[in-house]
């Protein structure tokens, strides 16, 4: 019958038969947990009486002594096991974590380097005892207490004779090193921690005896978040361990990432003692699931890594999730066991440390036989080689292939490499050599030593010497030991590879370094990264999709700043970036593009004779001026026919030279404005035309004072004989000058820009400057038109061959007509458009002024002739006079 190691309930252990002591545990008390220690599998006695012989020990004989305690144990469901002795619990079973026991072999490569170093401790061999840490809280001191009092299990004694127990180890947890502080700190005893740095164990004032050897990680959270900044990760999960190290760290994440503006998709704070738990490892897969986040970054010291890899990841698959993990060494052990895609190419922060010369050929050469106080060594021996022990001696081995070396072990067993754990572990026994060094140099009455005489001391005087410890270590990076003066860390990024059965690659994809300036603090290959199976690229990680140009974004209420609908721009206004919460006003002379990602220059705009419609106009102005012309040449050259004299003559050619004038300053509105044809543009349009309206206002006066002169007496006849009429033009133009004289000595008409009436133009026209100053000006204009039509109407139906007044009513209508109806689609219209209608407005009105009132005078000079002699206006006379009998 094959006989095991049990821990009992009462915290002891015997080597019994299992099979009956669980069945009779099982009636008597069903809610018992066993732990049971099955390493390996024995095939005689003699193998289990040999290792039972070296007391889960590695040591190493020496004249001062340095105690370690590693996390080579670990708890594992067994519930296969448990079934096959008809148990419907769950046993806890010991299975044995052989990646740490490179720590061992990091403490026994750097006591051998300084044994062999005559110029560090000189005449003094130093030793170490390593032990693996409980797995239960009662028996986690038992090994503690038995390393610090000797042989024998009694407090505050120390039964040793041959060597003297100076430091401790403990690692890389800091929960181990908090513990094991309580009980220190009663005698003082110093204890390094070679784990990761911890600002809660850092204060002396709470633990006075622990020096941590590893820089400080106080970069760590800028690192993890830059990493996020660099691929554009937005919406990154968290799942961090409920310890001190934990809840300190996840403020400055949240800090950094608000900072960057990266946002928390779930935060998931996972108790330490609730890993087998289902209900806790459903809660937190239901928030990876929901969040719908592709990155989560796992933080936490290596015993959490271990223990939540173990119970939760190698049992459920995580497909689609980049993992961002600060720890290293807990995936080297564990990754035979995820399934191929559930722990895929994780992105792993690593501390950068330099290379040790030599212990890569130091642990190809470790062999029990030449370590023969390692039980940890003949472990690994008789489980990866089927090694045994021989009959006679628990120190010679057989059935050994020849030449095993750990060289040969899978990675997923041990890896080769040397882990930062363990350099720092390395760090700490030289710092420890060289604290003990200075502090027998500098102590005169020091006894010399060696030569069988004992070193005598207190391990308490190495505190200060401790504390104030700095050199560089043999790879030439600097070791402190006083939290104050620490460096911070330089990271090294990598990549690892998982692949079946424990084949896996380790790339260092990029590395962190603080003290690089700032903007090259990361270096990243993105080419060389691995990135989970489901991914093809680079992977996103975004509550939204990005709002790219010419979008701005727009927060969805109640929700992280993360989550957003995209927005187009408004008009005018461009987003050049992406993700902008506001897009940006062009320029009043730019505008927006059409997909309002750029802004343009606008083009300039003005009514130029080189356009179609400025070109049409200024030639009908030009041939319109030239017909007025020639209507005074036809006028000049029968200049003393009848129907030329008639209706005051003086009074025609006046008209005809302003309608003229009318025509040509039309040309005043076409072209570039300038601030010369903006100040002319309104001011010679007034004049002109107030004298052109004047003049008519002067004929149509005159021909009603001819024909009142018979019938109204000699008053008539004095208005009529001493001009009166011809008085009109200048006192009606006077007033227009005064009233455009103030307009320009007030507010005068100025060159100005509108940027906003046409998309993509700047239309540059005449402001008028005064707006009441304009309105003045045309109203004073339409006083005179309207008097000069209401004159001309009411003396319409006078007799005479020549009697313009029919023509002049009608010219009038037409002129009033066409300025009633400029005035509301002039202001209905913008740019060079504006201008365009006034032009017309102009040419118009001169037209009909030109066509009603000359045109039929014109026809009966070129055309009907006979009609312009004096025989053809007594024949009218005549038969105007007999027409009433």
């Not at 164990?201 to 622990?210: A, K, Q």
């Not at 609908?565 to 461009?574: L, T």
Request: a neutral charge.
């Amino acid at each position: 019958m094959v006989r095991y190691p049990v821990i009992l309930p009462n915290g002891t252990t015997n080597t019994i038969n299992a099979n009956s002591y669980l069945r009779s545990l099982h009636y008597k008390s069903p809610d018992t947990i066993f732990v049971l220690q099955l390493p390996f599998l024995v095939s005689s006695l003699s193998e289990k009486e040999c290792l039972l012989t070296k007391k889960e020990t590695a040591y190493k004989s020496g004249d001062v002594l340095i105690a370690g305690f590693f996390p080579l144990q670990y708890m594992e469901i067994a519930k296969n096991f448990a079934k096959s002795f008809g148990w419907d619990r769950n046993a806890e079973m010991v299975s044995y974590n052989f990646n740490n026991y490179q720590f061992i072999l990091a403490l026994a490569f750097a006591v051998e380097e300084i044994n062999k170093n005559p110029h560090l401790l000189p005449n003094i061999t130093m030793g170490f005892s390593a032990h693996s840490n409980g797995i239960r809280y009662h028996l986690l001191y038992k090994s503690l207490v038995l390393s610090l009092s000797g042989k024998d299990f009694i407090l505050n004694y120390d039964c040793k004779r041959e060597s003297q127990t100076v430091v401790t180890l403990t690692g890389p947890a800091g929960q181990i090193s908090s513990q094991y502080a309580t009980v220190l700190d009663l005698y003082r005893f110093p204890q390094l921690n070679f784990g990761r740095f911890d600002p809660v164990r850092s204060d002396h004032r709470l633990f006075p005896p622990v020096y941590q050897i590893a820089p400080k990680d106080t970069s760590l959270a800028f690192a993890i978040v830059s990493l996020m900044v660099h691929f554009s990760w937005k919406w990154v999960g968290l799942l961090i361990s409920e310890d001190e190290n934990g809840l300190w760290m996840l403020p400055q994440l949240r800090q950094e990432m608000n900072k960057h503006k990266v946002c928390t998709a779930f935060e998931h704070i996972l108790p330490l003692s609730s890993y087998h738990e289902v209900t806790e490892y459903l809660s937190f897969h239901r928030k990876i699931r929901n969040s719908f986040s592709t990155v989560v970054l796992l933080y936490g010291d290596n015993e959490f890594m271990f223990n939540l890899l173990n119970a939760y990841f190698s049992r459920s698959l995580s497909l689609g999730t980049v993992w961002v993990i600060n720890s290293l060494s807990t995936f080297l052990y564990r990754m035979k066991y995820f399934l191929l895609y559930s722990f895929h190419a994780p992105l792993i922060f690593s501390h950068h440390h330099g290379e040790i010369s030599g212990f890569n050929n130091f642990i190809k050469t470790v062999n029990p036989s030449k370590y023969p106080e390692d039980y940890f060594l003949a472990l690994v021996w008789i489980r990866s080689f089927n090694c045994t022990f021989s009959e006679s001696s628990c120190v010679t081995w057989k059935n050994c292939p020849a030449n095993a070396s750990l060289e040969w072990l899978p990675r997923y067993i041990f890896n080769m490499g040397m882990m930062e754990e363990s350099y720092y572990l390395y760090n700490a026994v030289y710092a420890v050599a060289q604290a003990l060094h200075e502090m027998l140099i500098g102590q005169a009455e020091a006894q010399p030593v060696g030569n069988g005489r004992k070193l005598q001391f207190s391990p308490f005087q190495l505190h200060p010497f401790l504390k104030n410890i700095h050199f560089n270590n043999p790879a030439g990076d600097q070791v402190i030991l006083d939290g104050t003066k620490k460096l911070v860390a330089e990271y090294d990024i990598v990549n690892l590879c998982n692949f079946p059965e424990g084949l896996r690659q380790v790339v260092k994809v990029g590395n962190f370094s603080p003290y690089a300036p700032h903007g090259h603090q990361l270096s990243l290959s993105n080419d060389n990264i691995e990135w989970p199976i489901l991914f093809t690229e680079t992977p996103q990680s975004d509550c939204s999709e990005s709002c790219g140009p010419g979008f701005r974004k727009s927060l969805q209420e109640g929700k992280s700043v993360c989550c957003f609908d995209c927005i187009p721009c408004p008009v005018n206004e461009i987003s050049n970036r992406t993700d902008l919460e506001q897009c940006v006003r062009c320029p009043d002379h730019q505008y927006a593009n059409t997909e309002k990602n750029l802004c343009l220059l606008k083009s300039e705009s003005f009514l130029d004779s080189r356009d179609p419609l400025g070109m049409t106009l200024v030639c009908l102005a030009l041939c319109l001026s030239a017909l007025t012309t020639a209507v005074i040449g036809i006028f000049t050259k029968h200049n003393n026919t009848p129907i030329v004299k008639a209706n005051n003559r003086a009074l025609s050619y006046i008209l005809l030279i302003s309608l003229n004038c009318c025509f040509l300053c039309s040309l005043l509105f076409i072209g570039h404005p300038n601030t010369a044809t903006c100040v002319l543009q309104q001011t010679t349009f007034g004049v002109v035309f107030t004298v052109a309206v004047s003049t008519v206002l002067a004929k149509t006066v005159t021909v009603v004072l001819a024909f009142s002169v018979t019938s109204s007496g000699r008053r008539m006849r004095w208005l009529l004989v001493s001009g009166m009429p011809n008085f009109i033009i200048p006192s009606c133009t006077l007033i227009q000058l005064i009233l455009s004289g103030i307009w320009l000595g007030t507010s005068p008409p100025f060159v100005d820009t509108d940027a906003h009436s046409e998309h993509g133009h700047v239309i540059i026209l005449c402001n008028k400057g005064s707006a009441t100053a304009f309105c003045c000006v045309l109203g004073y204009l339409g006083s005179l038109a309207l008097a000069s039509f209401t004159v001309a109407f009411l003396a319409r139906n006078l007799p005479d061959t020549f009697n313009e007044a029919k023509f002049l009513t009608f010219s009038m209508l037409v002129f009033c007509s066409v300025w009633v109806t400029f005035l509301p689609v002039y202001h209905s219209t913008k740019g060079k458009t504006m201008v365009a209608v006034e032009v017309f407005s102009i040419l118009a009105s001169s037209a009909g002024l030109l066509g009603c009132i000359f045109v039929p005078k014109c026809y009966i000079i070129l055309l009907r002739p006979e009609r312009n002699s004096l025989h053809g206006i007594q024949g009218k006379t005549h038969s105007w006079r007999k027409k009433p009998s």
